[in-house]
Every structure is written in structure tokens, then in C-alpha cells.
């Protein structure tokens, strides 16, 4: 099974590591877009579209094989009415987040050009969701904060351990799911987590999949674990 990057912001990448620190009080869900989305009767492949005429043959679609999303009555066939899943239970994601590398690297180890050991710290890098700042000497050797789609999986240092995924529309998420993605302040005007929960996607997506455009979306829950796929890997 292919091991995947997943993006975070900060936020969610300190709520991932509360989630460490302390099981059961940060994050262990996510949800993202589905790619295929449903257009004025149209999708990108067809595939929701096909799903909605399933529906009206009174398919029901909560088994996910091989990457798809089936009807329950025909989980294994080669139905015509299918959703592709990015997702998939026992894979496992290497989290991208803000970073930078050390202006100290050293390179005398002769493991490679970046590795656990060539900084004198636990990781290879420097990452913004710990409050880090740039100082004087960091400037001075040209260093800067580097998007998140740019960190290499050398530099990740949260491993997720899918557990579970399935397909929804966003509005579907329960009160026990939106406090799973990691929601820890509720504001005056929220009735619940899943209200904050609705106001922290729009924060991150409103632009492409507002809260109120109830898209399709896969929510996966994971065991994160604060350490580099790949040496979790030889760990294992």
C-alpha cells in the first residue's frame, strides 16, 4: 500500500501532536474534498453522477474495495455505480507542515544530505507550529519559513496510521467526529463542536467547499505517532 503526504496547518498539526502527548484530548480525524464532485448533473468522471442514479435504484453505498466505494448490495461486482476513495484503512501518511531546516546542519555523518542525526536535535528541522521563530543567525545564513507543500518526507516527523475512512457529505459529521478533528475552543455564538466544527472548515475552505455546499468528502480517522515514516518503518 503506498505510504501518502497529507498537508496540515498549524493548528491541526498542534492538535495532532495534543493528540500525542495526551490520547483522546486532539486530533484523530480528518476530512477532505473529494476530487469528484457532482456539477449541475455533471462530475468530473461521471461517478457521482452514476451514485446518484444508484441512490434512485435504491443502492445504499457504505462499503469501501480496493479503493472505491461500492453499493452495499454489490460491494465486490463490477457495479457501474462507484466513488474512488484517495484513502485507504492501514495506510499510513506522512504529515507536512511549515518548516525550515537548522542553520547548524552538519553533514559530517556521511548518511545522506539530511538525516536524524544531522542536527544536534530530536528532528532534522525546525517547525512553525511549535512556535519557533526566526532569529538573528537564522536570517543572517538566508533561512525561511518554507510552505508546507514543500517539506520532503525526510523532514516530516508525523506519521498517521489510517484506522478507518469512509465517504460522507460534510454536513454529516456527528458531535463525537467534529470533536475528534481536533476542535478544542467553542465560541459564544457556537451551539456545539460541531458548529466550531463548521466554522474551522470554513477558515481552511471556504474558498473551494464552503461548510454550506455540503460536498462530498472523505473523512479518515487515524493513530498519529511522533516519528518519521521511515524510520518508524525500521522501528518496525
Known amino acids: 500500500m503506498t505510504d501518502k503526504p497529507i498537508l496540515f496547518s498549524g493548528p491541526m498539526v498542534q492538535a495532532i ?4 502527548r495526551e490520547p483522546g484530548a486532539g ?3 480528518t476530512r477532505r474534498v473529494l476530487k469528484t464532485q457532482s456539477i449541475d448533473g455533471y462530475s468530473a468522471n461521471g461517478n ?3 451514485y446518484e442514479k444508484g441512490l434512485k435504484h435504491g443502492l445504499e453505498f457504505t462499503h469501501i474495495v480496493h479503493g472505491l466505494w461500492h453499493p452495499e448490495s454489490n460491494p465486490n461486482g463490477k457495479s457501474a455505480w462507484y466513488v474512488p476513495v484517495p484513502f485507504r484503512t492501514g495506510q499510513r501518511l506522512w504529515v507536512r507542515e511549515t518548516w525550515r531546516e537548522w542553520h547548524d546542519v552538519d553533514t559530517s555523518c556521511g548518511c545522506s544530505d539530511h538525516c536524524a542525526c544531522s542536527s544536534s536535535t530530536a528532528h532534522p528541522a525546525a517547525y512553525r507550529a511549535d512556535g519557533d521563530e526566526l532569529d538573528a543567525d537564522d536570517r543572517e545564513a538566508g533561512l525561511k519559513w518554507k510552505p508546507s507543500i514543500f517539506m520532503p518526507r525526510w523532514a516530516s516527523r508525523i506519521t498517521l496510521e489510517v484506522t478507518d475512512v469512509r465517504v460522507q457529505r ?5 458531535e463525537a467526529d467534529a470533536i475528534a478533528e481536533g476542535v ?10 460541531s458548529d466550531a466544527f463548521s466554522r474551522l472548515w470554513d477558515s481552511l475552505n471556504a ?5 454550506a455546499s455540503n460536498p462530498w468528502v472523505c473523512a479518515v480517522t487515524f493513530r498519529p505517532h511522533l ?6 518503518e525500521k522501528a518496525g
Open 207 to 211: 474558498d473551494r467547499a464552503p461548510w
Open 227 to 232: 516519528t518519521n515514516i521511515d524510520k518508524m
Open 27 to 29: 486530533k484523530t480525524q
Open 184 to 193: 478544542e475552543w467553542i465560541g459564544e455564538h457556537d451551539r456545539d463542536a
Open 17 to 20: 501532536l495534543r493528540e500525542i
Open 48 to 50: 457521482l453522477v452514476e
Open 170 to 174: 460534510l454536513q454529516e459529521i456527528s
